[in-house]
């Protein structure tokens, strides 16, 4: 089956599930759950990665669950999960802490939501990823020599190559040691020579942001302090990530951070070793990136979660789906999903 089919087929599954009230009566039948999704960015700007959401899909998202009233906070979340009252709640989750998640302000009164913030990006610069996406993008350059990262030179003029190069790139340098990854993207930057300067310290929130986002009602959760891939860290280094960005957030904010989300957030990404870690450092929810909804048997340190980036929830047309968002998002298309697989 041709993708283009399989968006079609999936769309029109979507429809169907959702208009018919299947997708409705599946949720009740399968007992209380909590979607809990997942933004990055939320910003109009082309994004290489699914990590951005347009501030008017954003609130359109938040519209749709304020109409069944599903919308909580995480913790709200967590308690709906442990009675037993069916039906599905939602809880909003933005990681790393980008300036533009200041649009969140602009709905009245903002939604209920979680941001994890990198302590050492606080105030300063984008994270690699996007340093890595801004010099293939911008690229001075028309070749770059990958050799030390036992890789092939890469043509980048093209830029309809752009998205598949980044992937394989961010794979490849999500690999090496925790404290070589600044180093390699330094040198992939240096070796692209961007014709456009970096966007600079203006892209990450500063504390002034951060305390004008938790006035409004959003919980301030630790993302560690310079975001590398947890269980690829020594003992030493991942205890000092998870205290150190628990310490600096406690300082800034006057409160102790009690929401964590892991790096990366797979299954392969983090461990026992860290769930520990969290427990002791007073955390009581964390969050992956693994895509699953979340019920009562739910480890609360092993929470599931649901990209929600913009070309997620369009129907084939472009247009935003309220029917995809609910059933893609109710688990029913789940199992299309694996079916296709
Ligand atoms: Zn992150």
Request: glycine share 8%; net charge neutral; charged share 20%.
């Amino acid at each position: 089956m041709t993708h283009e089919l399989f968006l079609l087929a999936k769309y029109g599954f979507a429809l169907m599930a959702h208009y018919s009230g299947a997708d409705s009566l599946y949720r009740w039948l399968c007992g209380p759950s909590l979607a809990v999704l997942m933004y990055h960015r939320l910003r109009d700007e082309y994004d290489p990665a699914p990590l951005s959401t347009s501030p008017s899909t954003f609130a359109r998202h938040v519209q749709w669950l304020r109409g069944k009233r599903w919308l909580v906070s995480l913790e709200d979340g967590r308690v709906h999960l442990s009675t037993h009252r069916r039906g599905p709640r939602y809880a909003i989750t933005l990681d790393d802490g980008y300036k533009d998640n200041l649009n969140i302000l602009a709905m009245s009164p903002p939604p209920p939501a979680t941001l994890y913030v990198v302590t050492s990006l606080i105030g300063g610069t984008l994270l690699w990823y996007y340093r890595l996406a801004h010099a293939i993008q911008n690229a001075g350059n028309p070749v770059i020599d990958l050799a030390f990262l036992g890789m092939d030179r890469v043509d980048v003029t093209n830029a309809a190559t752009h998205p598949q190069l980044l992937q394989r790139l961010a794979d490849r340098i999500k690999s090496l040691p925790p404290r070589e990854v600044e180093s390699a993207v330094d040198r992939i930057f240096e070796m692209a020579a961007p014709t456009e300067p970096l966007p600079g310290a203006g892209e990450m929130l500063g504390w002034d942001g951060i305390s004008e986002l938790q006035t409004h009602g959003i919980e301030i959760g630790a993302h560690t302090h310079t975001h590398p891939l947890l269980s690829q860290t020594d003992d030493a280094h991942a205890r000092e990530e998870i205290t150190v960005s628990t310490s600096v957030l406690r300082q800034g904010l006057g409160r102790r951070p009690r929401h964590f989300a892991y790096p990366n957030g797979r299954a392969q990404d983090f461990g026992q070793r860290e769930v520990e870690l969290l427990r002791a450092a007073g955390y009581v929810t964390a969050v992956t990136t693994v895509e699953r909804l979340n019920r009562a048997n739910t480890d609360p340190y092993r929470i599931g979660r649901i990209n929600a980036f913009d070309a997620r929830f369009r129907a084939p047309g472009g247009g935003l789906s309220k029917a995809l968002f609910f059933s893609e998002t109710s688990g029913l298309l789940g199992w299309l999903r694996q079916w296709r697989q």
